[in-house]
């Protein structure tokens, strides 16, 4: 355990130098938030976008705010996808390609998986406070109406556990996957997250999505994730207007998201290793492949 | 003359020589085919949904279908053009910190060839992959979620998109001189340089959502208007007239001076940066 | 006369940007800005086979660097084949070629043959021309079974041939050489130190600048070698003349018990310098000095033994090129 903690807390310190030292804080700082404020902004401008689609009628106020709001939680809660996806699987290929070190740091006695969860660490925090950031610019510059009851604070903070240690799991898999493919980081980068963006009922409600899409999102945890955290902190009035498909028992849909969180994690692990061999197998441990 | 001759032979043989690896990289490593073309396509049939989602049951209303369907098309026609974006920032632009890091780019600098030749060359190596992306997603695109185009003025489409090519890919020359000098901070320019561009250049939605002001101000970035005069080519329905930013001749026009303006300066900063690179000692400095 | 290589109080100077908000300062942090190279002269002909001794941080590499106008001086001129490199770059730049020991460019997914082939095109070399010339130099450096083999699979010896190949391949009329031989088995070392002294001694035109560690291999192809520390010239000469110019004084080396201490050695009279090396095998200390005056011996070996410390041995020896080395650095080259 202790192998794991020292991994896990040197990992996550060269992964925050890595992530940070590149320029002075302040700019860092700012660097950390323009990225999901523009991404949301984004979604913002396609908002506005329905109103010419179709113009507003009177009574419509109140559905197109709960839309709107549906949408932009939906997204502040993608930020920690996207962040936590890529800052897992591209650390093999961020060592193997680009800093050449994976050999030495692969043949030293620290628990491997450990050490690509720890160097994923800094994403985590940074994406934790693009979310906070940009949640705050939400509610107060573009009208977003949050309503989070102190008695659900706990189920929250486990949901958003429990879904940060899935995301973490789900990288590690892509991980795995890394160990015997070329450089493709950017086409991993924008495709996987492009793939629970589609599926999971991040800006839409799943039931829009074909039958089997519907199924497809069903069978991801984050689809659950996504629905119980909005279910906590919007305004119940929200589901008048927007209807997901999904079970609306909070503790039964936590109880969906641990059972998938290990299996997840279980299966992050059998995919590791199976990568881990392959690679070494076929002498691709530190292989280069950029062109 | 024949020293002209001699240099153009030069940057032609370095321009194929760099492309090299490239070509042969895609045939030996063909993972790229999953990786940037299928997985692509869930990030634009996401955007899509989005419209989809909020406006089911539009038939009774022809006018309001007609815009959904335009607006999808937009997202479809933006997703097509990422590839190129992403293609000019990271497999371009940033390239060369890729290069300085494997050790390469010492070489590169101290060959005889043009900076330009080698960046071109990598844009033309690369073009291949790019260019299927960019067809599956737009065949994709239309095929799956049926959307309706008008193909009014062929020559002009065409017209418009290669210039706005050439345009962006100058835009990416001069970037790329950024990584001369710096490192890590050019490199997460370039990460900043995805979602605020998606934005300001109307990736996703007519850039004059954003405003006139904003949206002839991004005009800077030639997708902007590109984008603008490719929709206003393939969807020229009277219905949606207000939401474009200039006629599509006039966006032509200002994307060829966007061309030649950025060609020229991109030859110009990779001069002047390498020279700066090389009094500050950049130019083989890694992990900066 | 042209020389193929000239520089005048050539000086580069690397400043140290310092962080907005400092951060706490670690030991060992170095401070304040580098002279990597101090008013450096050289002058290097035609044809010739130069060497270039230094230790670790001597101002070897920056000097290829500026040669190879991949650095711009701080101040003073440099000239390549009658350019000056901060004016006139490009002319230099078809004439040059570096290689570097443990260089790790190219491409991985690249045959070897074809990471060359792709280089040899940045010179604007016809295809054709450039891949016989790749086939004949693979042949000479045994490396034609592997042409066709990806350079990630290739071991790091293999890698480093390529990367000579790669050198010679451009026909350049200046080779830069820093460390060529590194990584390279002694077979393979002999034939690369054989074959760039042919190409430099039997055609016209071609000048090497090498810098080395191994002393040996300097003395054996260099025409001539500047030794240089801490960014200085300290020496250039010929290996005979340098040689002769340390034969002046005497070298005694001594195999003793770890020493406490050893800076006493700097004030017995008749020491010029000496130099310390540990073997942490046998658990002793291996002290080589440079006498001006012979009987300074005594001294020595009275400081050892007030030391509490045993002499194991006591040998005098010819001059060497290391000897010369440590009566200018006071170290051995690492």
Same mark, same amino acid.
């Given at each position: 355990?202790? #192998? ?15 992530? #940070? ?44 705010? &709960? ?14 996808? &996207?962040? +936590? ?61 949050? #309503? ?9 903070? &486990?949901?958003?556990? /429990?879904?940060?240690?899935?995301? $973490?799991?789900?990288?590690?898999? /892509? ?72 079970? +609306? ?9 641990? $059972?998938?969180?290990? &299996? ?28 | ?14 321009? !194929?020589?760099?492309?090299? @690896? ?39 209303? @022809? ?20 590839? !190129? ?26 060959? @005889? ?40 003025? @062929? ?42 561009? !998606? ?5 996703? !939605? ?83 | ?107 991985? *997914? ?64 200046? *080779? ?35 810098? =080395? ?45 770890? *020493? ?53 041995? *006591?040998?005098? =020896? ?13 170290? =051995?080259?690492?």
């Amino acid at each position: 355990m202790s #192998s794991h903690l020292r991994t896990f807390r040197l990992a996550a310190w060269l992964g925050w130098e890595m992530e #940070s030292n590149w320029t002075e804080p302040w700019l860092f700082a700012i660097y950390s938030v323009i990225k999901p404020v523009a991404g949301a902004f984004i979604l913002v401008v396609m908002y506005l976008s329905f109103t010419f689609i179709q113009p507003p009628t009177a009574g419509m106020e109140a559905a197109n705010q &709960a839309r709107f709001n549906f949408i932009y939680v939906g997204n502040i809660f993608f930020i920690f996808v &996207a962040a +936590t996806l890529f800052g897992t699987f591209q650390v093999i290929q961020a060592d193997r390609e680009w800093y050449q070190t994976i050999r030495y740091v692969y043949m030293s006695p620290i628990p491997f998986y450990t050490y690509i969860v720890g160097r994923a660490a800094s994403k985590v925090a940074v994406a934790t406070f693009a979310a906070v950031i940009t949640l705050l610019f939400g509610i107060f510059f573009l009208g977003v109406r949050v #309503s989070l009851d102190l008695a659900e604070v706990p189920i929250f903070l &486990a949901a958003l556990f /429990l879904g940060l240690l899935c995301l $973490v799991a789900i990288g590690v898999c /892509l991980a795995a996957l890394s160990f015997i493919t070329a450089k493709h980081v950017h086409g991993l980068a924008e495709g996987i997250p492009g793939m629970f963006y589609l599926f999971c009922g991040v800006l839409f409600p799943l039931s829009v999505l074909p039958g089997w899409g519907q199924g497809v999102g069903k069978i991801i945890p984050l689809t659950y994730w996504f629905d119980l955290e909005r279910r906590l902190i919007l305004p119940p009035d929200t589901w008048n207007y927007v209807s997901t498909s999904l079970p +609306t028992d909070n503790l039964y849909t936590l109880a969906l998201l641990l $059972v998938s969180t290990l &299996a997840f994690y279980f299966l992050s692990i059998l995919l590791f290793r199976l990568g881990e061999h392959l690679a070494r197998k076929a002498g691709k441990i530190d292989m280069t492949t950029a062109y | 003359m024949t020293a002209t001759v001699n240099r153009l032979s030069l940057n032609l043989r370095a321009m !194929f020589g760099r492309s090299y @690896p490239r070509v042969i990289g895609m045939q030996r490593e063909p993972s790229w085919l999953f990786f940037e073309t299928i997985l692509p396509l869930l990030g634009i049939a996401a955007y899509v949904f989005i419209y989809k989602g909020f406006f089911l049951g539009l038939d009774a209303d @022809p006018a309001a279908n007609e815009r959904l369907n335009a607006m999808i098309g937009f997202v479809v026609i933006g997703g097509t053009m990422i590839a !190129f974006w992403l293609n000019v920032l990271w497999s371009m632009a940033s390239q060369l910190y890729w290069e300085k890091e494997m050790g390469n780019l010492a070489l590169y600098m101290m060959a @005889p060839m043009s900076r330009m030749a080698l960046l071109a060359g990598m844009a033309v190596g690369g073009m291949f992959m790019t260019g299927t992306r960019a067809i599956v997603t737009l065949v994709a695109g239309i095929y799956v979620f049926g959307v309706v185009l008008t193909v009014t003025s @062929p020559l002009l489409i065409l017209a418009v998109f290669f210039v706005t090519l050439i345009a962006l890919y100058g835009m990416g020359m001069m970037l790329a001189s950024l990584y001369l000098l710096w490192g890590r901070e050019a490199w997460h320019l370039s990460a900043l340089m995805e979602e605020p561009i !998606f934005l300001v250049s109307g990736f996703y !939605f007519p850039a004059k959502a954003l405003g006139q002001s904003i949206a002839l101000g991004a005009s800077i970035i030639p997708a902007t208007l590109g984008l603008d005069a490719l929709r206003q080519l393939l969807f020229p329905s009277k219905a949606l007239s207000g939401i474009w930013i200039l006629p599509p001749d006039t966006e032509l026009a200002i994307l060829l001076v966007l061309a030649v303006l950025f060609l020229f300066l991109a030859r110009a900063s990779l001069a002047y940066l390498e020279v700066l690179a090389r009094r500050e000692g950049r130019l083989t400095s890694r992990h900066q | 006369m042209a020389y193929a290589i000239e520089t005048k109080d050539l000086s580069r100077l690397f400043r140290r940007k310092l962080p907005l908000f400092k951060r706490r300062k670690s030991e060992g942090e170095p401070v304040g800005d580098t002279q990597a190279l101090d008013k450096v002269d050289l002058q290097v002909n035609e044809g010739e086979l130069f060497g270039l001794l230094g230790p670790n941080g001597a101002g070897k590499t920056t000097l290829i660097k500026i040669l190879c106008t991949l650095l711009l001086p701080s101040s003073g001129y440099a000239a390549v084949a009658g350019h000056d490199v901060t004016k006139d770059p490009f002319p230099i730049r078809r004439q040059i070629n570096m290689v570097s020991g443990g260089e790790t460019s190219g491409y991985g *997914l690249l045959t070897v043959r074809e990471n060359v082939w792709m280089f040899s095109q940045f010179y604007g070399i016809p295809s054709k021309t450039a891949k016989d010339k790749i086939d004949e130099l693979m042949k000479v450096f045994g490396l034609w079974d592997k042409r066709n083999e990806k350079v990630r699979g290739i071991s790091t010896g293999q890698r480093q041939k390529m990367n000579m190949i790669r050198g010679f391949v451009t026909d350049p009329s200046i *080779l830069f050489l820093d460390e060529p031989t590194l990584g390279l088995d002694v077979n393979a070392a002999r034939v690369i130190r054989e074959y760039v002294h042919d190409w430099v001694k039997k055609q016209k035109g071609k000048t090497v600048l090498l810098t =080395t560690h191994y002393m040996a291999e300097a003395d054996l192809m260099c025409d001539r070698i500047a030794i240089i520390n801490k960014g200085q010239v300290l020496a250039c000469d010929t290996p005979e003349n340098l040689k002769k110019k340390a034969g002046q004084d005497s070298t005694f080396r001594l195999e003793v018990d770890p *020493l406490k201490q050893t800076e006493p050695f700097s004030a017995i009279a008749g020491v010029r310098n000496f130099s310390v090396n540990s073997d942490i095998v046998k658990n002793t200390m291996k002290l080589t000095f440079i006498l001006s005056d012979e009987s300074a011996v005594s001294d020595i070996m009275s400081s050892v033994m007030a030391q509490g410390a045993k002499i194991h041995s *006591l040998q005098k =020896t010819e001059p060497t090129l290391e000897d010369v080395f440590v009566a200018m650095c006071g170290r =051995t080259l690492e």
